[in-house]
C-alpha cells in the first residue's frame, strides 16, 4: 500500500520494495478524501527489458524510414528545428513571430507556400496551432514533424504534397505556450503535477479564452431575435473583451 499526495500539486514517489518484472499493473485504489471526491492520476516508471516472446529483440526491431526528429524539443531545440526547416526549403518556408509571450518568448509559426509572405487572392489559408497547453506535447511535437514532413516531401517531388503547398498556404504554430511548456519541462514529467504549465504564466487556460460568440448567438435564437434584432452572419466581440483589463 502506497500512500499518495493530499493536495493535486505534490508529487509522491513510492518505490517498490523489491523490483519485479512486468507487462501490466493493477491499481486498487484503497481510500479517498473524506468528501468522497474520486481522484486518481499514477505514472509508473521503470526500465525497459527485452521481451522473449515476441519475435524481434529490441536491438532488432525495424527503425522509422522518415528523417524526422523523433524527441522532445524544448523552446531552443524548437526554434533551432525550424530554423533549419527554413533553411532546407527556403523557396517555400518563412519563420515569422505573431507576437511574445508574457516572459518574452516569440511564438514562432511556420508558413509553407509557393509563395511564403504573400498573400494569394481565392487561395485557401490554413492554420494549425498547438501547445495551448504547456504540458501537453503530442500536438507540439507531431507540429515540428509535419513541417519537416512536408518540406521533405515536396523536394522529392510528391504529388500530393506539392499540391497542397502550391494550391494553400499553410501556417503551423508549434507552441501557443512556450512559458508554460518550459516551466513544465524544467521540472521534468517526474515532479511535474498534472497542472504544472497547463495555464500560461498569467494563470489562464488559452484552450477557453476566447471570445464567447455562440452563447449570445444561442439565447437570441431562444428568444427569435435572429436576425431582425440579432445579427447572425456578423456578430460583434463583445465589449467585456475590449476592456483595458480585459484577460483574454
Not at 30 to 35: C, D, G, L, V
Not at 178 to 183: I, R, S, V
Amino acid at each position: 500500500i502506497f500512500k499518495a499526495n493530499k493536495d493535486p500539486e505534490t508529487p509522491v514517489l513510492n518505490k517498490l520494495p523489491t523490483p519485479m518484472v512486468g507487462r501490466y499493473i493493477r491499481i486498487n485504489p484503497q481510500t479517498w478524501f473524506e468528501n468522497g471526491t474520486i481522484c486518481l492520476r499514477a505514472e509508473i516508471l521503470g526500465c525497459p527489458l527485452p521481451d522473449p516472446n515476441t519475435v524481434f529483440m529490441w536491438e532488432q526491431e525495424p527503425q522509422p524510414t522518415d528523417k524526422l526528429e523523433f524527441k522532445h524539443h524544448n523552446y531552443k531545440e524548437m526554434r533551432k528545428l525550424m530554423k533549419k526547416v527554413n533553411e532546407d526549403c527556403p523557396n517555400i518556408t518563412r519563420v515569422y513571430s505573431i507576437g511574445k509571450s508574457y516572459l518574452g518568448l516569440k511564438m514562432y509559426v511556420m508558413e509553407i507556400s509557393d509563395n511564403p509572405g504573400q498573400h494569394e487572392l481565392g487561395e485557401p489559408e490554413f492554420r494549425y496551432v498547438a501547445g495551448m497547453h504547456g504540458n501537453e506535447v503530442v500536438g507540439r511535437e507531431l507540429m515540428l514533424n509535419l513541417m519537416e514532413y512536408l518540406c521533405q516531401e515536396y523536394k522529392k517531388e510528391n504529388p500530393r504534397v506539392m499540391r497542397l503547398i502550391t494550391e494553400t498556404r499553410i501556417h503551423l504554430l508549434p507552441s501557443m505556450n512556450p512559458d508554460g511548456y518550459e516551466m513544465a519541462y524544467k521540472l521534468g514529467s517526474e515532479l511535474s503535477g498534472w497542472s504544472i504549465g497547463r495555464w500560461n504564466y498569467q494563470g489562464l487556460d488559452l484552450n477557453h479564452n476566447f471570445a464567447d460568440l455562440n452563447t449570445p448567438l444561442w439565447e437570441a435564437e431562444d428568444n427569435e431575435q435572429v436576425p431582425e434584432h440579432f445579427p447572425n452572419h456578423y456578430i460583434p466581440i463583445p465589449e467585456y473583451y475590449t476592456l483595458e483589463n480585459a484577460t483574454v
